[in-house]
């Protein structure tokens, strides 16, 4: 387990507060299913002890922006921004996967049914949105509020773009690790990429420097989209299930790696395999069991350390104190190396 970073002590409270004043500023049946999903309330809308999770993309962007002297209050309307569209994107997950547990809790849709989940999502999303207003109230400049929406919403498009061919791509073995990178950049890297970049729009208006923490993000993303996939596959053999996106054919990097990679013998057990219309236990086992004699499992874990290094090797130029990038360091190392904290 990799030490929990000491930026979570410091922005836990302040981050939590800002989410709480911009969602207690609405009431109704639509915002308690906002609240449940956050793990604020249970069901019938009484308040639960408060979880305190860790919020990578909110992490990243008040580090960020503190790295580069700027004080991380005033990122807090972009980090919880980042935290409702990410939560956003959870709720809806749920419902194209299928998931009827989320975090060792029902799924929202699983409670109130798909309709209603959607609709906690869009209004996630939106709330994410207005939340980025509030920038202008830390004093940063119009422009530079607007341009901070901007960036928001091409990483949601990003995303959305990025989930449809992680969708696609379930019923698909003509894959490479191009096409798989192509779609974790847009599933998990714009979000963390975006993070960065909003840190660093906040503390500054060099054009570089900005676009040089969206490189980093992009690549952290990668890193820990790799990561959660092999944490998918083996994150929980003794006793456990396995994972619903296993099940569910979706093509997790070790997958793909062998698709490519792998002998013409070890393709065709693959094929047959994903050619079933519903795969059963005993076929993940057996997808396990190929992928581990070919080394997949390293060459993932290999891949992933890979992109983490590519991430911090993309701010070398920017002259950053020593101090802020170790923290950085600490921090992506967290993420990407920390994910077997459970499924995310």
Known sequence: MVETPAVFDRYHDALDAELEEILNQRQGLLYNMMLYQMGWVDQQGSPLPRPKPFRPHSMLCLLSCEVLGGEYRSALPAAAALELVRTFTVVHKDVQDGSPQ???????????????????????????????????????????VLKALGALDEACISMCEGQYLDLSYQERLDLSVGSYIKMAEGNTGALTACAMELGALIASENDDVINAFKLCGLKLGVAYQIRKDIQALWGGREGQSASPEVLNKKKLYPVVLLLEKGDLKTKRQLGNIYFKRVLEPSDVQEILSL????????????????YYREAMESLDDLALPKEGLEQLAKLGQYIVGGSDRGRE
């Open 102 to 144: 989320q975090e060792e809790k029902p799924s929202v849709w699983w409670v109130w049914g798909p309709g209603q989940a959607i609709n906690v999502g869009d209004g996630l999303h939106a709330l994410g949105r207005t939340a980025l207003f509030r920038l202008a109230d830390a004093g940063l400049p119009p422009g530079r």
């Open 291 to 306: 992928l581990e004699g070919a080394g997949a499992r390293q060459s993932a874990e290999t891949a992933s350390q890979s």
